[in-house]
């Protein structure tokens, strides 16, 4: 069955109407591409999905359970346990390392400093960054730095990656690169992907489309 669902979604911020009746659904292991114009409610829709925003109706279900009916520590130990997130510019902490960085999840989930930097290499050298451990992210390149935060996504095996625009501040090549490894540690742990970008280049790393057009999102069906 499905991981994450979604149906009628409505969300407003004051007069601006964000999401108009969108839909969502995701199967575990699946990567699909959040499409659309600028301004379409993408992020919106991702951040109603992740349970960082609430909708102001509609449903939202995670592993058939209503994320509405959760209490706030319930939702924000969901994200820490099932959910990781890659943003368009890394995000990561400046004064951490990046082996700290890529740690931080861990730890915040109570990992002793030891194990969950040794998962953190772990992830490091999967993603081709692990000689940049001691750095700080002020000391890496846009590429590298998104690499580490995409192993910082994946540091706690999460069943769910949310990516926004994860390759909208790279050159193609990074960008391309970034894809290939974020999709390649996806299969490998069968988590599941929601990738919003407005590039299709890069939408074209998913399994599936969903375009998003003025808050109403639609099913592309893409014939592999
Ligand atoms: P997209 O990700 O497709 O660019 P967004 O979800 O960011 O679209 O935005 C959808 C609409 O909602 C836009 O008109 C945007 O300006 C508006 N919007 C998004 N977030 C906010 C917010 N926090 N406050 C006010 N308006 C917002
Ligand atoms: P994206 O590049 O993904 O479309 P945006 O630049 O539209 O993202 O928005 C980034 C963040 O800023 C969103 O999470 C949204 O909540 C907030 N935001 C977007 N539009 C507005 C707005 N008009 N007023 C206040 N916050 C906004």
Not at 128 to 154: C, F, I, M, N, T
Not at 162 to 167: G, H, I, R
Request: proline share 5%; charged share 25%.
């Amino acid at each position: 069955g499905s991981l994450l669902t979604a149906a009628d979604l409505h969300k407003a911020y004051g007069p601006t109407v964000a999401l108009d009746g969108a839909e969502f659904s995701i199967h575990p292991g699946e990567v699909v591409a959040v499409m659309g114009p600028s301004g379409s409610g993408k992020s919106t829709l991702l951040h109603c999905l992740a349970g960082i925003v609430p909708p102001d109706s509609g449903s939202i279900r995670y592993n058939g359970q209503e994320m509405a009916g959760m209490s706030d520590t319930q939702r924000s130990a969901l994200r820490r346990s099932e959910f990781g997130f890659v943003f368009q510019f890394g995000q990561l902490v400046p004064e951490l390392t990046c082996v700290e960085n890529v740690a931080l999840p861990l730890r915040l989930n109570g990992t002793p400093r030891k194990a969950a930097e040794r998962a953190a290499l772990s992830w490091m050298e999967r993603l081709e960054v692990d000689g940049l451990g001691r750095k700080r992210p002020g000391e890496v390149s846009g590429g590298q730095g998104q690499r580490v935060a995409v192993a910082r996504a994946l540091v706690t095996d999460p069943r769910v990656i949310f990516a926004d625009e994860p390759t909208g501040a790279l050159d193609s090549l990074n960008g391309e690169r970034v894809m290939e490894l974020l999709t390649e540690a996806a299969r490998t742990t069968g988590a599941a992907v929601v990738l919003v970008t407005h590039e299709a280049r890069v939408a074209a790393y998913s399994d599936r489309e969903i375009v998003v057009r003025d808050g109403r999102s639609r099913d592309m069906e893409r014939a592999v």
